[in-house]
T-cell receptor, first 115, second 111 residues
């Protein structure tokens, strides 16, 4: 079982550019959530995808958008990058199953640096 | 809204010392509670979980009990090792909803 995988590992962009981050969920999982973790902080929820639809969204601007594909993999897109978007972006997957503890399994993250 | 407050760090202990990291939560419903650990340069790993009041989660010598009356989920370990050095995050979440994390507690164990 490969677990949750993310690509790329690191990324350097300049202000105003656009970026796409990718995530493959753990085998058997159908739900993908994205989090932003600034240096020295806890992860902050961006949004969650289930059945190719955005199910829940955190307090992030519309510059942050996402997509989920039929194979449950997901992308996070950020437009018009700002310096403050520099962070570790974490993808987490889970299984929407009644009676579960709703565990989310995290990938290693993508470190985005905006210059 | 839902929130998690955890003990501020950093915490430095000697090897074999007893560890407690405090965590309290506020929630409108009945969330599951989690402790995640993050090693340098890595993502988050689930350490332990509890789904209802009085449940005790345990893993690798770490324990935490879901206390509804005090809205707490304190992490404990009887004898820490150097390899336990990491950042620990307390979190809450419910089915089909986001996880809400605390700010993290950096733990350093000295040989």
């Amino acid at each position: 079982d490969a677990g949750v995988t993310q690509s790329p590992t690191h990324l350097i962009k300049t202000r105003g550019q656009q970026v796409t981050l990718r995530c493959s969920p753990k085998s058997g999982h159908d739900t993908v959530s994205w989090y932003q973790q600034a240096l020295g902080q806890g992860p902050q929820f961006i949004f969650q995808y289930y059945e190719e639809e955005e199910r829940q969204r955190g307090n992030f601007p519309d510059r942050f958008s996402g997509h989920q594909f039929p194979n449950y993999s997901s992308e996070l897109n950020v437009n018009a990058l700002l310096l403050g978007d520099s962070a570790l972006y974490l993808c987490a997957s889970s299984l929407d199953e009644a009676g579960s503890a709703f565990e989310q399994f995290f990938g290693p993250g993508t470190r985005l640096t905006v210059l | 809204g839902d929130s998690v407050t955890q003990m501020e760090g950093p915490v430095t202990l000697s090897e074999e010392a007893f560890l407690t990291i405090n965590c309290t939560y506020t929630a409108t419903g009945y969330p599951s509670l989690f402790w995640y650990v993050q090693y340098p340069g890595e993502g988050l790993q689930l350490l332990l979980k509890a789904t209802k009041a009085d449940d005790k989660g345990s893993n690798k010598g770490f324990e935490a009990t879901y206390r509804k009356e005090t809205t707490s989920f304190h992490l404990e370990k009887g004898s820490v090792q150097v390899s336990d050095s990491a950042v620990y995050f307390c979190a809450q979440g419910a089915r089909n909803e986001k996880l809400t994390f605390g700010t993290g507690t950096r733990l350093t164990i000295i040989p």
